[in-house]
T-cell receptor, first 110, second 113 residues
Framework: DAKTTQPPSMDCAEGRAANLPCNHS???????VYWYRQIHSQGPQYIIH???NNETNEMASLIITEDRKSSTLILPHATLRDTAVYYC???????????FGTGTRLTVIP | EAQVTQNPRYLITVTGKKLTVTCSQN?????MSWYRQDPGLGLRQIYY???????DKGDVPEGYKVSRKEKRNFPLILESPSPNQTSLYFC????????????FGPGTRLLVL
């Protein structure tokens, strides 16, 4: 599976959009981009995933660049409850495992 | 309610005393796995299982054993725990081929003295 690079931490003002970047320059054609988050010491929670088109659900939007070498997770109106570690994961459908790495710690500031 | 349960949630033990952390899921998922989480190292996979009686090593399997005799259960066994196994452990399950459906348990915090 392709390796991802994320900033270790970010801050965002409450009510503003949080844009979390992820670089995956070695991604291959059959690999999806997944985003999970982990609030405090709870188990990680799925947010969204995509292959090459932009995706949106009730939690977030995922923007994948045309060359697929990077992506951005967007939380449109961040709340204090969005404070968490966000993991960007690249994995093919045939791979058995999700490699979580260390993620980005997002702090939403009142 | 769909869920993954782990027991115990907290455990303090001593070096060398065998212990088992249980994991159970009620979603009929084929795939189950164990992770450990340590500060600065993120989540690392210990073992995974694709189905009953099928298990395989993850990234950090040393010092651990698992078994998958029933589809719903996937216990993690530490035959002779050591202090470097002090960690936060998570069990997870998902439908085979559906990585977006991975559900995690609440975690087990283990301290080995």
């Amino acid at each position: 599976d392709a390796k991802t690079t994320q900033p270790p931490s970010m801050d965002c003002a409450e009510g503003r959009a949080a844009n979390l970047p992820c670089n995956h320059s070695t991604i291959s054609g059959n690999e999806y981009v997944y985003w999970y988050r982990q609030i405090h010491s709870q188990g990680p929670q799925y947010i969204i995933h995509g292959l090459k088109n932009n995706e949106t659900n009730e939690m977030a939007s995922l923007i994948i660049t045309e060359d697929r070498k990077s992506s951005t997770l967007i939380l449109p109106h961040a709340t204090l409850r969005d404070t968490a570690v966000y993991y960007c994961i690249v994995s093919s459908t045939g791979a058995n495992n999700l490699f979580f790495g260390t993620g980005t710690r997002l702090t939403v500031i009142p | 309610e769909a869920q993954v349960t782990q027991n115990p949630r907290y455990l303090i033990t001593v070096t060398g005393k065998k212990l088992t952390v249980t994991c159970s899921q009620n979603m009929n998922h084929e795939y189950m796995s164990w992770y450990r989480q340590d500060p600065g190292l993120g989540l690392r996979q210990i073992y995974y299982s694709m189905n009953v009686e099928v298990t395989d090593k993850g990234d950090v399997p040393e010092g651990y054993k698992v078994s998958r005799k029933e589809k719903r259960n996937f216990p993690l066994i530490l035959e002779s725990p050591s202090p470097n196994q002090t960690s936060l452990y998570f069990c997870a399950s998902r439908a085979f081929g559906r990585k977006e459906t991975q559900y995690f348990g609440p975690g087990t915090r283990l301290l080995v003295l």
